[in-house]
Nanobody, 120 residues
Framework: QLQASGGGLVQAGDSLRLSCAGSGRAFSYYYMGWFRQAPGKGREFVASINWTGEITYYADSVKGRFTISRDNAKNTGFLQMNSAKPEDTAVYYC???????????????WGQGTEVTVSS
């Protein structure tokens, strides 16, 4: 199971850190990532990270502003959001998969989502 947290209301230019807590030691060996769904839009990929934390990928829309990371000792992943923009407003979902980078296929495990609102 995945538990996402950290969402809230921020102003444009502010920072926010989302967390994704995984249950079980196996989570430390999974690919994980973040997706988001803005009101009235489909779900889109945001960022992904491999199990060691050494390989990361980002959507062009967040590259240079967001940073994905993980702390395997705590079974937790993070998404640091800097220089937030109103277009970042969405429900953010963490996801994990034991075999494949979450960019390529529908991840096997999903968190419940945490809402981020960026005001202008």
């Amino acid at each position: 199971q995945l538990q996402a947290s950290g969402g809230g209301l921020v102003q444009a230019g502010d920072s926010l850190r989302l967390s994704c807590a995984g249950s079980g030691r196996a989570f430390s060996y999974y690919y994980m990532g973040w997706f988001r769904q803005a009101p009235g839009k489909g779900r889109e990929f945001v960022a992904s990270i491999n199990w060691t934390g050494e390989i990361t990928y980002y959507a062009d829309s967040v590259k240079g502003r967001f940073t994905i990371s993980r702390d395997n000792a705590k079974n937790t992943g993070f998404l640091q959001m800097n220089s937030a923009k109103p277009e970042d407003t969405a429900v953010y979902y963490c996801a994990a998969d034991p075999r494949t980078d979450v960019r390529f296929n529908t991840p096997r495990y999903w968190g419940q989502g945490t809402e981020v609102t960026v005001s202008s």
